[in-house]
């Protein structure tokens, strides 16, 4: 576990920038105008896993980005959750923006409308309940906050690693949110419902078999996931497969999924327009 020492020391020891390695600070301004990028796009990976939600990231898995988030994720550079929690709030952003979905920034906070998602029984928590013909609504009614639920690491990737690289992130991205007037929560109800293979080196026909049913949901999870529109969040996809295992997940709790944020993707995912 990391100890209180090296948190101790990331707060006074100067360091060098994690993306580039110059001097100067955790991130250089340069760096840092990487990580936030041109503003998120949508990608999808190839093949593209049965279940994946519309998933959106804020910047490409390369060269500097791809330094700091494994300077967050491997090193515990916790400094590093902030600037990346920025940038995962502007994924969020992007995804609550598509048609039908809350708009975090929005003058009025969220917005409701027609929702996407497979109807269900008149006031069934968590599922979409028709209002008219061809056209739904939540079933949790307007004012319900917008949920960011992150995907987990393995328990034994957290214990090595001393942190939860994707919470964390997400709660700096919450805490970004809310300063912009939205109502969001970060409710990290998932978890691992059996032993996977670690996904390194994993070809993405083996990622998704690994994956398979291995996320379930706390006791209790499905009531807060009734509470409002989940978000996935995560700080990278590759392949797609645990996102569209967590989409899987939360659905079978009667949750609703209107999309995934990503702190980044690998380049060959953008969509390009």
């Known amino acids: ?55 959106h990231a804020a910047a490409e898995y390369a060269d500097e980005v791809r330094a700091v988030l494994l300077a967050h994720k491997e090193r515990g550079v916790l400094r590093l959750a902030g600037p990346l929690g920025e940038a995962l709030a502007g994924a969020v952003r992007t995804v ?22 497979r109807p269900g029984r008149p006031g069934r928590p968590g599922r979409a309940v028709r209002s008219g013909p061809g056209r739904l609504r939540p079933a949790w009614g307007p004012g319900g906050p917008l949920l960011l639920v992150p995907v987990p690491s393995a328990r034994r990737a957290v214990g090595a690693r ?20 939205c109502p969001v929560r970060v409710h990290p109800v998932l978890r691992q419902a059996r032993r996977v293979r670690d996904q390194s080196g994993l070809g ?26 989940a978000v996935l969040v995560d ?32 380049p060959d995912c953008l969509i390009r327009n």
């Open 235 to 266: 700080d990278l996809m590759t392949t797609g497969a645990s996102l569209a295992e967590a989409a899987r997940a939360v659905s079978a709790a009667d949750g609703l999924v209107v999309g995934a944020a990503v702190v980044a993707a690998p």
């Open 204 to 229: 993405a026909r083996d990622r998704l078999v690994n994956v398979s049913g291995a996320l379930g949901v706390v006791p209790g999870g499905g009531r807060l996931l009734s509470t409002g529109p």
């Open 1 to 55: 576990m990391r100890g209180w020492w090296q948190e101790m020391t990331d707060l006074v020891l100067p360091a060098d920038c994690a993306g580039c390695g110059r001097p100067g600070g955790t991130l250089c301004d340069r760096c840092g105008d990487v990580l936030r990028g041109c503003g998120p796009r949508r990608v999808e990976p190839s093949p593209v896993p049965p279940g994946l939600p519309v998933v």
């Open 96 to 117: 609550c923006a598509r048609p039908g979905r809350p708009r975090p920034d929005g003058p009025d906070g969220p917005v409701t409308g027609p929702w996407p998602g």
């Open 162 to 181: 001393g942190h939860d690289p994707a919470r964390r992130i997400a709660l700096a991205a919450a805490g970004v949110l809310r300063g912009a007037g």
